[in-house]
């Protein structure tokens, strides 16, 4: 027999930071909020735990990119980053624009996370 599943034991949770942690045997996204503001002490509260495959995880980054190019492609616009925040997470403007919209990244191969430092983009040559 189906039942319907009781939607109040299904968290909805709101998350403005993240983190993932990934080994061969899995992956686990860790969701949490931040309170407070510029003046006061800044708390960080775990919101949500989420485990998955790593499977799971390549098909919810390729659905998600999937989806959120289509939202932009219907609507006409983009959702960007700004500068600053891509900065902040040392991510490269020409590689973001690559990632998101095909556009031609310099030819560097990407850059690695190594013992948990962003190694340097690596030039391909031709």
């Given at each position: 027999?189906?039942?319907?599943?009781?939607?109040?034991?299904?968290?909805?949770?709101?998350?403005?930071?993240?983190t993932l942690?990934?080994?061969?045997?899995g992956?686990?996204f860790?969701?949490?909020?931040?309170?407070g503001?510029?003046?006061?002490?800044?708390?960080?509260?775990?919101?949500?735990?989420?485990?998955?495959?790593?499977?799971?995880?390549?098909?919810?980054?390729?659905?998600?990119?999937?989806?959120?190019?289509a939202?932009?492609?219907?609507?006409?616009?983009?959702?960007?980053?700004?500068?600053?925040?891509?900065?902040?997470?040392?991510?490269?403007?020409?590689?973001?624009?690559?990632?998101?919209?095909?556009?031609v990244a310099?030819?560097?191969?990407?850059?690695?996370?190594?013992?948990?430092?962003?190694?340097?983009?690596?030039?391909t040559?031709?």
């Amino acid at each position: 027999m189906n039942e319907r599943p009781d939607t109040d034991s299904v968290p909805d949770v709101f998350a403005d930071r993240y983190t993932l942690e990934a080994s061969p045997f899995g992956a686990v996204f860790s969701f949490a909020l931040q309170e407070g503001g510029i003046e006061k002490a800044r708390r960080i509260h775990d919101v949500a735990t989420v485990r998955m495959t790593l499977e799971h995880l390549k098909t919810l980054a390729f659905l998600t990119w999937q989806q959120v190019v289509a939202l932009e492609k219907t609507h006409g616009c983009r959702f960007d980053m700004p500068d600053a925040m891509l900065a902040d997470l040392k991510i490269d403007r020409a590689r973001w624009r690559a990632f998101w919209y095909g556009e031609v990244a310099p030819k560097t191969v990407m850059a690695e996370q190594v013992d948990g430092k962003l190694a340097e983009a690596v030039p391909t040559g031709a």
